[in-house]
Each structure stands twice: as structure tokens, then as C-alpha cells.
């Protein structure tokens, strides 16, 4: 079975910090891009991040940017999305995607495989 599974999400204060990861199962990430995505409460999905298959290209959206880090771990088949300084429009349910490229793409570009989701509140 062919699988992400995020984990890593909870419940943080202001200016705190979280660490997302993003397993595969089934298949290798060697030759994947990742994404992660994020969508709130009302509003639309947004990739916050988003990283080559080597993990030696990145780019994040304005919204995040200096603040969250992507970075992979090939050997282990895990995707980490380091997050710091949180704020509370922070709040969301995130996702992780793979894509079946070696680069990242739009934003908007179909991904092969979702994770089901991790919930990351900003609250104090």
C-alpha cells in the first residue's frame, strides 16, 4: 500500500515551534518532489513549502518564508517541515504530497500521493 503519513502537529504558542514529518510507506521518495500544503478553516489550500528529490532546492511561500524549513531524509524516507516563530494564522491542518518529478512545480500541479493530514494550532 502506498502511503504518506504526516505527524508532528499539536498545540503550540505564539513564537513557538513545531517539527512535521512525512513518511512514505510502499514506495521510495528518492525520486519524488514534496510538498507541503496547508488549508484552514474557510480558506483555500495553500503550498507552504516545497522541495526537489535531492532536497537541495526549496521554495516556500511568501507566508512562511525565514520562518519554515523543508528538508528530507532519503535514507529514512521521511520529509520534515521544521516550523519556527509560529503565529496563530498558522493554524491549520497540513498536509504533505508527493510528486513524481524530480523538481517542484505550480503550486497548483496535480500530486501523485496526499498524507491524511496533521492539525497544528497556534493558540495561547
Known amino acids: 500500500q502506498l502511503q504518506l503519513v504526516e505527524s508532528g502537529g499539536g498545540l503550540v504558542q505564539p513564537g513557538g515551534s513545531l517539527r512535521l514529518s512525512c513518511a512514505a510507506s510502499?514506495?521510495?521518495?528518492?525520486?519524488?518532489?514534496v510538498g507541503w500544503f496547508r488549508q484552514a478553516p474557510g480558506k483555500e489550500r495553500e503550498r507552504v513549502a516545497c522541495?526537489?528529490?535531492?532536497?537541495?532546492?526549496?521554495n516556500y511561500a511568501d507566508s512562511v518564508k525565514g520562518r519554515f524549513t523543508i528538508s528530507r531524509d532519503n535514507a529514512k524516507g521521511t520529509v520534515y517541515l521544521q516550523m519556527n516563530s509560529l503565529k496563530p494564522e498558522d493554524t491549520a491542518i497540513y498536509y504533505c504530497?508527493?510528486?513524481?518529478?524530480?523538481?517542484?512545480?505550480?503550486?497548483?500541479?496535480?500530486?501523485?500521493?496526499w498524507g491524511q493530514g496533521t492539525q497544528v494550532t497556534v493558540s495561547s
Open positions: 522541495g526537489n528529490s535531492r532536497g537541495d532546492i526549496t
Open positions: 504530497a508527493a510528486l513524481a518529478l524530480y523538481y517542484c512545480t505550480g503550486p497548483d500541479y496535480p500530486y501523485d500521493y
Open positions: 510502499g514506495f521510495s521518495l528518492d525520486a519524488y518532489a
